[in-house]
């Protein structure tokens, strides 16, 4: 118990006062389902602008159709647009579009390096 952050009473009844671990995290969750939602800032449209254009160029990498480009952008931008990222989530997705991008890059260097050395 001194390891915990919360720590929470169930009121039950004195004649047994025991709930099961399962039960007593329903009634948690359900609780936790009642209270008012936090309020959090959400990404301004120039950072969602920043991550459009950041897998706009993605797409430029991994040689995605022409033709499919526009209405995977419009896919993307439904998608994200209904999630209402934060800052902190459109950044946690550029740092993994970045990540994608430097693995694929270290992949095509690696097959220059082995078609200028004669390896393959």
């Not at 047994?16 to 008012?36: D, F, K, M, Q, R």
């Not at 999630?83 to 579009?97: A, D, K, M, Q």
Request: proline letters at 3%.
């Amino acid at each position: 118990m001194r390891q915990c952050d919360v720590i929470c009473t169930i009121p039950t009844s004195p004649e047994y006062p025991i709930v099961n671990i399962s039960h007593a995290v329903g009634i948690v969750c359900y609780e936790l389902a009642h209270l008012p939602r936090g309020d959090y800032i959400t990404a301004s449209r120039r950072e969602m602008d920043a991550l459009y254009d950041h897998i706009d160029e993605f797409l430029d990498l991994v040689d995605h159709h022409e033709y499919k480009r526009a209405n995977t952008l419009t896919m993307m931008r439904r998608i994200f647009g209904r999630t209402l990222l934060t800052g902190r989530e459109v950044s946690t997705l550029h740092g993994l579009i970045r990540r994608a991008e430097w693995h694929i890059n270290e992949g095509k260097e690696s097959e220059r390096d082995d078609s200028a050395t004669g390896l393959e």
